[in-house]
């Protein structure tokens, strides 16, 4: 059974960290490119960032660039996501999502968790 579950989410107050982890099962980890999104209220889903299956190539929306850093630990089957100096924009349902490398047309979902930034 295939499974992504996030976790780490919670209420933190702005210039604060949190750090998102997406334990992945039930698939081939090492071949599925990571990424995450997020959904603030009332908007559309967007992505955050993104890391090859070898974690050699990053990519990061602009709004997050020097403030978060993806990264996954392809023994552990998890991907991660630090986010440092946390604004209130960034309050946000956060999702791990995997793509297959190659194909992708096949791709999972985790249930996502809540970040909150909030004085």
């Known amino acids: 059974q295939v499974q992504l579950v996030e976790s780490g989410g919670g209420l933190v107050q702005p210039g604060e960290s949190l750090r998102l982890s997406c334990a992945a099962s039930?698939?081939?980890?090492?071949?599925?490119?990571m990424k995450w999104y997020r959904q603030p209220p009332g908007k559309e889903r967007e992505m955050v960032a993104g890391?090859?299956?070898?974690?050699?190539?990053?990519n990061y929306a602009e709004s997050v660039k020097g403030r978060f850093t993806i990264s996954r630990d392809n023994i552990r089957k998890t991907a991660y996501l630090q986010m440092n100096s946390l604004k209130v924009e960034d309050t946000a349902v956060y999702y791990c999502?995997?793509?297959?490398?190659?194909?992708?047309?096949?791709?999972?979902w985790g249930q996502g968790t809540q970040v909150t930034v909030s004085s």
């Open positions: 039930g698939f081939t980890f090492r071949y599925y490119v």
């Open positions: 999502k995997a793509e297959a490398q190659g194909a992708n047309n096949v791709y999972y």
């Open positions: 890391i090859t299956i070898d974690g050699g190539r990053k």
